[in-house]
């Protein structure tokens, strides 16, 4: 566990993909829970901050991909949070509709290694949000829906914090951000809007799905990565 500021921390359960802990005196909110088979994994290392699976009253899913959403259902049983995700990505989510279909050979193969590698059991329920939607005991956060890399993809501002969690609407590879992959994203011409949605908010750190998380100055570098990829 790395911790990113006085209330924050980076869960390492996830390997290659971040799980996020928002730790208050009223209870814990968890961004994102991994792969399947993650939950103890990620109990534990709350445990080792003092924090039991009773602490935990919140876990908000980024987007359904089995990488973030993989081990909700288990934590869910374990700790009786209240469980989160927009309402885009709600039926995926809770397997009631299937993902998007794969438009290339690439996107086929990750869809059957989701399928047969990282398929989920899908939780009983959730609470479907949307832009103007709170968090019960996190009224503070901001919900900002980014779709593009899936039709239901949502940021979360910490505005205590100056901290935004972006999901995989950006991703960092080797200390340098990218934007939407062409393989992975739903739509991305959505997804480069959403980019743009996130650079036009204030924020100092940049909390993404996968790669480290940019401590200082982050909004400045999501629009310099905007810059970098302007349309000629």
Request: proline letters at 7%; a negative charge.
């Amino acid at each position: 566990m790395k911790q990113i500021n006085q209330s924050i921390y980076l869960l390492e359960s996830g390997k290659f993909v971040n799980i996020y802990a928002i730790v208050r005196d009223n209870g814990v909110l968890l961004i994102d829970t991994g792969t399947p088979g993650k939950a103890d994994n990620i109990l534990k290392e709350l445990d080792g901050i003092n924090v039991k699976p009773a602490d935990v009253k919140v876990i908000v899913i980024t987007h359904a991909h089995p990488d973030h959403a993989g081990s909700c259902a288990v934590l869910i049983d374990k700790t009786h949070a209240k469980l989160y995700i927009h309402k885009d990505d709600f039926d995926v989510l809770l397997g009631k509709a299937p993902p998007p279909e794969p438009r290339d050979f690439l996107e086929k193969i990750v869809a059957f290694m989701a399928e047969h590698f990282f398929k989920y059991p899908p939780p009983k329920d959730a609470i479907p949000l949307e832009e103007d939607s709170t968090i019960q005991g996190f009224e503070d956060l901001k919900i900002i829906p980014t779709p593009g890399h899936t039709p239901g993809s949502m940021s979360i501002l910490d505005v205590k914090d100056s901290t935004l969690f972006c999901g995989d609407a950006i991703n960092n590879r080797a200390g340098k951000l990218i934007g939407p992959h062409k393989h992975f994203t739903f739509n991305r011409e959505q997804a480069w809007r959403s980019v743009a949605k996130i650079g036009a908010i204030n924020f100092n750190t940049l909390c993404l799905g996968h790669g480290p998380w940019i401590a200082e100055s982050a909004q400045e570098k999501v629009q310099d990565l905007l810059v970098a990829n302007k349309p000629d």
